[in-house]
């Protein structure tokens, strides 16, 4: 259900825009600002940003003139992404992140976004495909041919959204099952008692997380797939002792038809066939740009 060739571009490409909004957060700022002082040296933000500029300002102009580019066209065109086609993408990333609270503490702590501006880049990566094989016809034979080949691409698996508090020993985790039985507040206790560093800080949601991937013991995999909703589980052996987990949501698994994937697949053969950087320059042309900023040397 997702095209590969957008799912890892897209990260790279981000982080490389973020510095974007540096620059222009430092015009509204005084030129004089301390950024850091390291011993007696002080780095002063007119020094950060003219860094910044001078190692990465051609590539982030770039892209953001490409960006403008391919809405502009899209625009033109009538075209636009399917924010169902966008979540897919989110899914299949958060699936290879090993689910939806690591994903969602990469974006925060290594990439420093939001699922919001990554949502944005996906919608440009999707619309830029969509402009660039408009025009390409594929035959059916391999069309058909590919869905035979590729069905993993047009499928998702079923996926649970849990809860967990993870302790050390099966006494522990029967006291804690015991405490929600009584009235307990899930979420406060896990902050107060699990020892899973992932999820104790958000109260023990590990988020949307695929049942038959692998990132589940076989047991907890189970009970999260046959478990009442809101239900809480009895104490279950997992790597770091016992895990109590409560599912508040399923999803069961969507396998997409061929006339569902045409489109798809359609779309990912005719990107084998024409060269991306080859469409932007053309659009580039067509719209006429014209760089006037001059100073990143």
């Known amino acids: ?12 490409a981000l982080l490389l825009l973020l510095s974007v909004v540096g620059w222009s957060w430092y015009k509204q700022q005084s030129a004089f ?45 009538g075209i636009a992404v399917d924010p169902q086609r ?4 989110l ?35 999707l619309l830029l495909q969509e402009v660039a094989t408009k025009d390409i016809v594929i035959e ?16 998702r698996p079923a996926q649970a959204h849990i809860w967990q508090i993870v ?21 406060t206790l896990a902050k107060e008692r699990s020892i899973d560093m992932l999820t104790a800080a958000s109260g023990g949601d590990l988020g949307w997380v695929p049942l038959n991937s692998g990132l589940l013991s076989e047991s907890v995999a189970h009970v999260a797939s046959t478990i ?10 997992v790597d770091q002792g016992f895990s109590i987990i409560r599912v508040i ?21 005719a990107l084998t066939q024409v060269s991306l950087d080859d469409v932007l320059e053309r659009l580039k042309q067509s719209v006429g740009v014209t760089i006037t900023e001059q100073t990143f040397d």
């Open 33 to 77: 600002h301390t950024v850091a002082v390291v011993g007696e040296k002080t780095i002063k933000e007119t020094d950060w940003v003219a860094e910044l500029k001078k190692k990465h300002g051609r590539q982030v102009l770039a892209d953001m003139i490409h960006r403008e580019v391919v809405f502009q066209e899209a625009e033109r065109l």
């Open 140 to 155: 059916e034979e391999e069309l058909r041919s590919y869905y035979s080949t590729h069905r993993e691409e047009f499928s």
């Open 91 to 125: 899914d299949a990333m958060k699936a290879n992140f090993g689910g939806e609270q690591a994903f969602h503490k990469t974006l925060k702590d290594e990439i420093g976004t939001s699922v919001e501006e990554l949502r944005e880049q996906i919608r440009y990566h």
């Open 228 to 237: 009442e909703l809101n239900k809480d589980s009895e104490p279950l052996p």
């Open 167 to 187: 302790v050390a020993t099966r006494e522990e985790a029967e006291q804690v099952g015991q405490e929600l039985r009584d009235g307990a507040n899930f979420n």
């Open 249 to 269: 949501d399923r999803k069961e698994a969507v396998e997409l038809s061929f006339e569902q994937a045409r489109e798809q697949i359609r779309q990912q053969i």
């Open 86 to 89: 966008i979540e897919q993408e």
């Open 1 to 12: 259900m997702t095209n590969p060739r957008v799912l890892w571009g897209v990260i790279g």
